[in-house]
């Protein structure tokens, strides 16, 4: 039976992140729990405005002033 060697330079630990598929956060990226991802969603319907009743009504957003300052950077493109 033939034997493999595995050269320690080639093997890579990869993340579970990169199992999976998925980027890690970096330049253009960036992470969004469900909250701030549903806020944003709900931003892009609304034209980018933060006070529509859908924001303004659900006890999912209106208790959290940082998930909506946070979506709305992400939705004008100047969060970092």
Do not use: W
């Not at 933060?50 to 969060?79: I, M, N, W």
């Amino acid at each position: 039976m033939a034997r493999k060697v595995i050269s320690a330079e080639r093997a890579q630990v990869r993340s579970g992140r990169e199992r999976a598929g998925l980027p890690d956060p970096g330049k253009g990226l960036v992470g969004l729990n469900r909250n701030e991802y549903a806020m944003l969603k709900e931003i892009a319907k609304a034209g980018g405005k933060t006070d529509s009743p859908a924001l303004t009504r659900d006890p999912r957003f209106a208790g959290h002033p940082e998930t909506v300052d946070k979506a709305k950077e992400v939705y004008d493109g100047t969060c970092s």
